[in-house]
């Protein structure tokens, strides 16, 4: 008897994954009043999309940007070691950069020893702020299939 319910919730199951799985832009949309204080989205021709600090760069077209490559923005040195690399945001990497800077850095340059100027942890929509960000990124590449 048991196997008679085994098998069917077996094929329910990655229809029930899925929904949790989807990244929600309007959400991360709405939590983006958490990255206010140090960043803003600024379109290139000034238009703002979302006001907001200097203290960070600007995010506008961040997903398919290569890292640390705002012009005339100074960062930290650790970032810009990775953007030395070649690496270019994408939404799983900027998920689990927002999610722990230093956690990331530390993944990514492979030394225990980085420093980032971004102590701010979005512990929970990471998956959401970065399908936000793609969508002010005009110039990012369109999702595999």
Not at 20 to 37: I, L, S, T, V
Not at 87 to 105: C, F, R, S
Not at 121 to 133: C, I, P, Q, S, T
Request: net charge negative.
């Amino acid at each position: 008897m048991g196997i008679k319910i085994f098998v069917p919730v077996l094929a329910v199951l990655p229809l029930l994954a899925g929904p949790a799985m989807a990244q929600d832009a309007a959400a991360g949309e709405a939590d983006f009043k958490r990255c206010k204080a140090c960043h803003a989205i600024t379109a290139d021709d000034g238009t703002d999309i979302q006001k907001g600090g200097k203290t960070g760069p600007n995010l506008y077209n961040i997903i398919g940007r290569q890292v640390a490559s705002e012009e005339d923005f100074r960062y930290g040195e650790s970032i810009e070691a990775v953007g030395e690399t070649g690496l270019v945001w994408d939404e799983e990497n900027l998920a689990a950069y927002i999610t722990d800077p230093k956690a990331w850095l530390e993944e990514v340059l492979g030394d225990k020893k980085v420093k980032t100027k971004m102590t701010y942890k979005h512990r929970k929509g990471a998956e959401d702020m970065a399908a936000y960000l793609k969508s002010v990124s005009p110039d990012a590449p369109p999702a595999e299939s």
